[in-house]
């Protein structure tokens, strides 16, 4: 496709600094990165809700990703540098414990996708971080939750 110098978005790059939109990018990045812990916890909340409405844990419908598991345990202490064993026990104990022959293997490949996705950050050989700048303090009212009259769980 031929470049049109005077297109807007031609006009917008022109008027930005590499460094710009590097820190754009960066900041970009820790938006996902908290989103998708939010994410992730939305989906342990409905799964959760629905097996203490009587119905059956998920298994077939969606099970929860190894992503997901690894999320939700960052996003627990989201300033915290995790090892690979801890995050093998703490996944282990929600009940995501990784699959395969060597469970440790399983979470190294898992962190490697994560480390590409731009979802971790590795800190070094075996160590890992969300890359968030301040921890993820989410309340119901954060995530759209509102307690509805009648409900229990409010």
Do not use: C
């Amino acid at each position: 496709m031929p470049r049109d110098p005077q297109s807007p978005f031609e006009h917008l790059l022109a008027g930005l600094r590499d460094e710009e939109l590097d820190e754009q990018e960066r900041e970009y990045e820790k938006e996902i990165s908290r989103l998708n812990v939010f994410l992730s916890a939305v989906r342990a909340a409905k799964d959760a809700r629905g097996v203490l409405r009587g119905a059956d844990p998920p298994q077939n419908e969606r099970r929860v990703s190894q992503i997901d598991a690894v999320l939700a345990v960052m996003g627990r202490d989201a300033q915290r540098k995790w090892t690979v064993d801890e995050l093998l026990l703490a996944v282990s104990r929600v009940g995501a414990p990784p699959g395969g022959k060597n469970p440790k293997n399983s979470i190294l490949a898992t962190l490697s996708r994560m480390v590409d996705e731009r979802l971790v950050v590795r800190l070094d050989r075996g160590h890992y971080a969300l890359p968030l700048a301040a921890p993820v303090r989410a309340t119901p009212a954060d995530l759209g939750w509102a307690p509805s009259q009648g409900d229990g769980d409010a």
